[in-house]
């Protein structure tokens, strides 16, 4: 044999054993060196969870009446993988569809697309779901349309009808709510992505709703439940091949709510009618809240915001118009906890405890000029004309502003002045702290607003804040302004280097203002019943809460609120007794009289004071009606206010009456408290049973609106053929 | 060439075959065959599992015993073409040869058929399948040993006449399989000629033209446009399966995530989620490989290899130790063809080699491929008997 051919051989054998080589360095790298990355891929590919959403909590009110519940609705779901596994792309499939559901062809399609898709309507229309996820394209849908897709499976392939859960809003006796409650929509990408990689199985999953404001938001993580998961093994084409776990959904708790229906309705209805009572009289208007809070322990007993808007509106996804509609009207902000007014004459409860700390003489005269001049200003009286010396008592119950002004310069000068030292004493901004005004109060609802009190610091605090802007203003001299309007330049200029020189200065001229509940001081309709509360229970700042307690579905007690403390206002003694005898005399010899006439106050007394509040810019003042009673043993507060509305008095006054006349039971000029809209005349004081169905039992005499019980309306849905 | 020359005539053959039943198992490589038995028979654990499902509703042990029954024709072909008399095999291969063409021819008629793009298959009554290429690999390979040994001392290289020839002769299968767009089969026929080339100790202006022409022929047919689109995909989708789209892309891309995530051990036989979710395709036959890496794990597939290199090994042993240039030829061929052929598979199944759809020897399912595997061991078992006869 040649040598040649020998060598040659060697040389192929060579080569071959280099193959061989090559095959196991390979076969090595891939899995033994990145072995764990592709055995993740293998599961991700050949395991689905199929996920059985757990039914959302119900919110009940003080009574067990559901406020939210769950009802069922067959919903058509289109499987987009399934479709593109058609030959024409599922377009026949989706024609089909269209006409059955009686719908266009191109309104599901839309509904299917990804949302940044080419050609994708903007979100909530497009589909920001997971990809493997059936897109729900139709809901409340009737059972003969249902049964027809199920039923013709090869012509809808691809298409399924499941029964799924989706919020329902019972309305009992009317009451709207829809600020407290809140609403639920689609998990965003924020929400999902803040979750990292947690495995629990109470996570949020992309198809997920979530509470998106009010208590549901609130609560969500109690209402939501725990989904049940089946993880199963499938094949290529998406076939089942086994179940390798299961897991059965939990419910969502109850949250039991201290809201009475009934009476909510009252208070809905009372502040509609304080708005359109204002209409009446040519004001604006515009916007509106009411409250009514136990002052014994903080509860919400209703709370409304005007306007409002239907709940419904957002199950199952709002519409672009609806929402264009609610955001146009303002409908979505909660007056009551985002809105924050200057509180006007209301506030003058507040500069009398302030005056009583100060040592002011509360049996004292005092004198009530028509005006109140510091150096060469003029504070007038805004309610009232001149009144001569009077008591403290007849200056609430007229609202005379003089009076508190002179009391506010004097404790302004006692503090220290214009040149006050850092530090210095701020007796009416302290009593506010006291109060705990222009802070969040802590309620279980969120984005709740803070407000503010005007005071020395605060507004120390905001010049240095913008005294850089002041500063370089003064300097440009308003160069814009001043080629339309020289002089009007010369006067910005001059109010900007002054406050850029002593912006910083608490002068008399604003603590006058502030004694006033005006100025700066800005603060939630919900903050001045509470502030009222502490006046009626004797100076104690409770938390106001709206949730009493949290069931489980099965009914059993998983968290019971109690009354939290947040502080209380020191007061020399009597100062709270002398508030609520003088503000009992607001309501029969004062200010708030004209809407109590004919109310029996001596049966049951009201302490009120009402408020007419300036805003800059405003066509007219802000009205105003805080109250609390019976003034002799307080249990409610009531406060009402309407923007753009003129004199409390008059517009939300008779509105504050029929709330009292319903907590009450007032007719024709008694109190039975068999009428009155709470039961038994005074707020639950146990909780609501719920049954092991999961049925909230109703009081006596009402009947239950059909809610579907937790447990059977569980229905599976998520991927799969 | 002398040995050649010692055979006498057909009494003495008879008489020595009388006396030589013993000698003949003494003499056949054990090693060599065993290591293909265990090949086939470890196989059968794989094919079954890959393809239980596959029938649904069916007989899931369909494919296994079809599997079996392959294996029992093809080791029952082996025994046959290792004992064939030297010169017979020679003087049929012309025949043989002509067999081959027509066999190929035939996938041009009305029995051929087309599968996974490939028109390389013949239906024969029963519903059967052959893929004739597989055969024509055989017929190459003596057809090459017949010519380039020809008329000659071993000692001398062959006549460029005789190398034109040899080259001719190979180049009309190879051209029709082509024309079936069996680009795998392809690669392994032209491997198997440029070792045969080379081995014959043809002058290296050969070896290194057909090396050179090869690579040539290649870039001119991509410029071409001769390569279809699908071809380029499958070449290429190995580069980065994970970019492109193609069905070649997901294959490639399933095969490389069964075999990972089979770790050390192995998910164990039927627990692979890959295989038994049928996400890698065909994974009974050319992508067997995948099965064997999910379920058997790093020491399942290194034991497979281990198995095909012993093979090769024990080959590669008897083209060193004939003394013949056409045994030699003949065994350095096959060695060549199983080499690549092994390297093609695989190599596509961990993702380093184009998808081109040539099964595994002796562990694939499918009837042909088998066969000729088990044809490929009998020419080697037949050169070494005759060179210690």
Redesign the interface.
């Known amino acids: 044999m040649s040598e040649k051919s020998n060598v040659r051989l060697i040389v192929l054998g060579v080569l071959i054993v280099s193959l061989v080589g090559t095959l196991m360095a390979r076969l090595f790298y891939l899995q033994l060196v990145a072995g764990d990355e592709y055995r993740a891929q293998a599961a991700s590919n050949s395991t689905r969870e199929v996920i059985a959403p757990a039914v959302r909590g119900l919110i009940l009110d003080q009574r067990g009446r559901p406020l939210v519940a769950n009802r069922t609705s067959l919903v058509v779901s289109v499987d987009r993988a399934a479709l593109l596994r058609e030959e024409d792309d599922g377009v026949a499939v989706l024609a089909r569809l269209a006409e059955t559901l009686g719908v266009t062809a191109t309104s599901i399609e839309q509904r299917l697309m990804p949302c940044g898709s080419e050609g994708a309507p903007p979100l909530p229309v497009c589909w920001d779901g997971s990809p493997y996820q059936p897109v729900p394209v139709a809901k409340d849908v009737d059972t003969v349309t249902a049964l027809t897709i199920m039923e013709r499976r090869t012509e809808f392939p691809g298409v399924s009808a499941q029964v799924e859960a989706v919020r329902e809003y019972p309305g009992p006796f009317d009451a709207n709510l829809a600020h407290v409650l809140g609403y639920v929509g689609p998990v965003t990408q924020e929400q999902l992505d803040a979750q990292g990689d947690s495995t629990d199985p109470a996570r949020l999953r992309s198809r997920d709703l979530v509470g998106r404001n009010g208590l549901e938001a609130q609560y969500d993580a109690e209402l939501r439940g725990i989904p049940g998961i089946t993880t199963l093994a499938v094949d290529q084409a998406g076939r089942v091949t086994g179940t390798l776990a299961e897991s059965q959904a939990v419910a969502g708790n109850y949250v039991v709510t201290s809201i009475d229906a009934h009476l909510q309705d009252v208070v809905e209805g009372a502040l509609d009618d304080a708005v359109q009572r204002s209409r009446e009289a040519g004001e604006i208007a515009d916007s509106g809240a009411a409250v009514v809070v136990d002052v014994t322990n903080g509860e919400i007993l209703a709370m409304a915001s005007y306007p409002t808007y239907d709940p419904q509106l957002w199950v199952g996804g709002i519409t672009t118009e609806d929402y264009e509609k609610l955001l146009e009207t303002k409908a979505l902000s909660s007056n009551f906890i985002q809105g924050t007014y200057p509180p006007g004459s209301t506030y003058k409860v507040v500069t009398t405890v302030a005056a009583a700390r100060e040592g002011y003489d509360l049996y004292d005269t005092y004198d009530c000029p028509g005006d109140y001049k510091v150096g060469s200003q003029r504070f007038r009286n805004f309610e009232s004309s001149g009144f001569g010396p009077i008591s403290l008592t007849r200056a609430l119950e007229v609202s005379c502003n003089t009076v508190f002004y002179r009391i506010a310069d004097e404790m302004w000068l006692k503090s220290g002045g214009l040149y006050a030292p850092n530090g210095a004493p701020d007796p009416l901004a302290d009593t506010a702290d006291e109060f705990l005004l222009g802070k969040r109060t802590g309620i279980d609802l969120p984005n709740e607003a803070a407000g503010l009190v005007s005071g020395r610091d605060e507004k120390l605090m905001v010049w240095e804040q913008r005294r850089d802007g002041w500063c370089s203003d003064a300097k440009e001299g308003f160069s814009e302004v001043r080629k339309e309007n020289p002089r009007l330049a010369d006067y910005y200029t001059a109010l900007a280097k002054e406050n850029c020189l002593d912006g910083f200065r608490w002068r008399n001229g604003d603590a006058i203002n502030a004694s006033i509940g005006q100025g700066d001081t800005s603060i939630t309709p919900l903050q001045v019943a509470m502030a009222y509360s502490a006046i009626a229970n004797g100076g104690t700042v409770y938390q106001p809460r709206v949730a009493k307690a949290i069931l489980s579905s099965k009914g059993e007690v998983v968290t019971e609120f109690t009354p939290v403390v947040r502080g209380t206002v020191e007061a020399p003694p009597g100062t709270f007794e002398f508030l609520r005898t003088a503000l009992a005399g607001v309501t029969t010899d004062g200010t708030g009289k004209i809407p109590f006439e004919g109310f029996p106050l001596d049966q049951v007394s009201i302490a009120s004071k009402t408020g007419s509040a300036q805003v800059f810019g405003a066509e007219s003042t802000t009205a105003w009606y805080a109250s609390f009673a019976p003034a002799d043993n307080p249990r409610y507060a009531v406060v009402m206010m309407v923007t753009q509305a003129g004199t409390g008095s008059l517009t939300v006054g008779p509105s504050v009456r029929t709330i009292y006349e319903a907590l009450f039971g007032v007719v024709n000029g008694v109190v039975d408290p068999a009428q009155s809209v709470l039961i038994g005349g005074v707020p639950s004081t146990s909780l609501p049973v719920v049954k092991p169905d999961g049925t909230p039992v109703m009081p006596e005499s009402e009947v239950a609106p059909t809610i579907s019980p937790p447990i059977s309306s569980t229905t599976a849905s998520g991927a799969g053929p | 060439m002398s040995a050649d020359l010692q055979p006498a005539s057909g009494r003495r053959f008879l008489g020595a075959r009388q006396e030589g039943r013993l000698s003949y198992w003494r003499r056949l490589d054990w090693i060599l065959f065993g290591s293909a038995l265990l090949l086939s028979a470890g196989s059968s654990v794989f094919v079954w599992s890959a393809s239980r ?1 596959d029938l649904a509703g069916d007989d899931p042990q369909y494919f296994l015993y079809r599997h079996l029954i392959n294996i029992g024709i093809g080791i029952v072909l082996a025994f046959v073409i290792s004992r064939l008399d030297y010169r017979l095999l020679r003087a049929y291969t012309p025949v043989i040869y002509g067999l081959a063409i027509i066999g190929i021819l035939l996938v041009y008629t009305p029995l051929g058929t087309t599968i996974a793009g490939a028109r390389a298959w013949v239906k024969i009554p029963g519903g059967f399948t052959l893929q004739p290429s597989e055969f024509a690999k055989v017929a190459i390979v003596l057809i090459l040993a017949l010519i380039l040994a020809e008329k000659r001392d ?4 062959p006549r460029d006449r005789d190398v034109l020839l040899a080259l001719g002769l190979a180049a009309i299968p190879i051209g029709l399989v082509l024309l079936q767009n069996d680009t795998g089969t392809v690669l392994i026929m032209c491997t198997i000629v440029v ?1 045969m080339v ?4 043809a002058r290296t202006r050969w ?1 290194a033209g057909l090396l050179v022409g090869g690579a040539t022929a290649a870039i001119v047919a991509w410029q071409l446009g001769f390569v279809k689109d699908y071809q380029i995909a499958r070449l290429t989708s190995f580069v980065n399966p994970e970019e492109a789209a193609t069905t070649a892309a997901y294959n490639a891309t ?1 095969a ?9 051990w192995g998910e164990g036989l039927f627990q692979g ?2 295989t ?4 890698v395709p065909v994974n009974e036959s050319d992508f067997i490989f995948t099965v064997i ?2 379920e058997a ?2 020491v399942g ?2 034991i497979t ?1 281990a198995l ?2 012993i093979l ?1 090994w024990r080959g ?1 042993r008897i ?2 130790g ?2 013949e ?1 056409f045994g ?1 030829l003949v065994a ?1 061929g096959v ?2 063809w199983l ?2 052929q ?2 093609e598979n ?2 596509m199944a ?3 080699m184009p998808i081109t759809g040539v099964p595994l020897p002796f562990v694939s399912y499918g009837g042909t491929s088998m066969f000729a595997s088990w044809i490929a061991l009998g020419l080697l078992e037949n050169v070494r008997i005759h060179e210690q006869s």
């Open positions: 499902s071993a000692e001398s290289e070792a080379a081995v014959s100790g070896v399933q490389r995530i069964a075999i990972g995530s089979g770790g050390m989620p890959q038994q979710g049928n996400f890496g999910e794990g790093f597939a290194a290899i095909l290199s090769l590669m083209a060193l004939s003394t240039l030699r350095a060695v060549a080499a690549f092994m390297f695989i190599g961990l993702g380093i």
